[in-house]
């Protein structure tokens, strides 16, 4: 009978250390999910204005200050736009939804005695029946307590927002005092470019197939008839960020408003196919293309990151969900110690964009000394 291996016992004591740590941080980061979940999504809008003002400067003749000022401007623009988008479209759905609001309840009921109808069933529940098992007054408090919160949350959000983009003066200043060599301080500086092209990267497919599949998503829910369609292509927009319920969302929302407007059962059916087809195709086909490298995370380490996010940060958590495993891979691969822990995250095995290239098995590629500015976020 063979030995069991002999793990040096160095490896084993890092490797602990290591999973401690993590739950200590995980710990920590649920404990003050109060004050971080605000600054989180700073440091994201941070480097959303960090990555336009780069894309401004490239593209226009607009010196280094005002282009970062007009990025500041676009983002802080978008933000309030997204937030009153929002407030005004909810308004005018609810506004809307009034006149669908008076037949609801007997459309309910049609639609469950043609489903018990379908797979012969006897004795269907009503809509009433349905709404006495729920609580419906705890569901208004708890939604009208996440509205509160997320007024609250962007408040908070400017002012960290404000803070950081003060703070980034002195940064480089940081940089060169805490990496003193140029060698120690590439690396740095590599690391931290790794882990904002990561989150620049998913912001931009995001973004992009988010605009296709609004797209279609518009033209269907115009030719049907849907009541206001602009605001939920926002919403398929917004959720789209949110990998696995964001599609969920945006496949299943419309249609199920389009069974209660409409007497027919075909405009709910003709939206709940062509968004599913569009959805499908965007999510096999373009995304992966345009994901590349940068998006190197297992399917299962991104519903976990989903829902260890959403659990302590709740609907902010969701969506730094994949960034923050993007990055949290980034920065693991750093390290001999927790190495094998980005080899986990990551999908095929290799945490690196391009395993070939790196210097050694413990390390990033690097690039050479000087070519690599220091960050300005």
């Not at 095929?348 to 990033?364: H, L, M, V």
Request: charged letters at 15%.
């Amino acid at each position: 009978m063979k030995s069991p291996v002999a793990v040096p016992s160095s490896t084993v004591s890092r490797n602990a250390v290591a999973l401690i740590a993590t739950v200590a941080a995980g710990a920590a980061l649920y404990w003050l999910r109060d004050i971080l979940t605000p600054l989180a999504m700073a440091i994201f809008l941070l480097i959303m204005i960090d990555g336009v003002k780069r894309s401004v400067e490239a593209r226009t003749p607009l010196s280094h200050r005002w282009a970062g000022i007009a990025a500041l401007t676009l983002v802080v623009l978008a933000f309030f736009a997204s937030i009153a988008i929002i407030v005004n479209g909810a308004a005018g759905f609810f506004g809307e939804a009034s006149g669908v609001s008076a037949n609801i309840g007997p459309r309910i009921d049609q639609i469950i005695r043609d489903v018990y109808g379908l797979v012969r069933l006897n004795n269907p529940p009503t809509a009433q029946d349905l709404i006495n098992g729920v609580d419906l007054r705890g569901w208004l408090t708890s939604m009208a307590f996440q509205v509160q919160g997320i007024v609250s949350g962007a408040f908070f959000v400017l002012i960290y927002l404000g803070f950081l983009l003060a703070s980034q003066a002195g940064f480089r200043k940081k940089i060169v005092a805490m990496f003193p060599q140029k060698a120690q301080r590439d690396e740095a500086v590599a690391v931290f470019q790794r882990v904002r092209g990561g989150v620049e990267g998913y912001i931009w497919v995001q973004s992009v197939t988010g605009v296709m599949i609004c797209v279609v998503a518009w033209i269907l829910m115009r030719a049907v008839g849907l009541q206001n369609p602009e605001f939920w292509t926002f919403v398929i927009f917004i959720v789209g960020f949110i990998p696995v319920l964001g599609g969920a969302i945006a496949g299943l929302a419309p249609p199920i408003f389009a069974l209660a407007q409409f007497e027919s059962y075909w405009p709910a059916a003709i939206l709940l196919v062509g968004l599913q087809v569009i959805l499908f195709v965007v999510g096999n086909f373009i995304q992966p293309r345009m994901q590349g490298d940068n998006q190197n995370i297992d399917p299962v380490v991104v519903l976990l990151a989903l829902a260890f996010c959403g659990k302590m940060w709740g609907v902010v958590g969701m969506f730094l969900s994949t960034p923050l495993a993007v990055m949290a891979m980034a920065i693991l691969a750093e390290f001999r110690g927790s190495r094998w822990m980005a080899v986990l995250l990551s999908g095929d095995g290799e945490p690196y964009a391009d395993e070939t290239k790196k210097p050694s098995a413990s390390r990033t590629p690097r690039r050479k000394p000087g070519t690599e500015p220091a960050p300005d976020a």
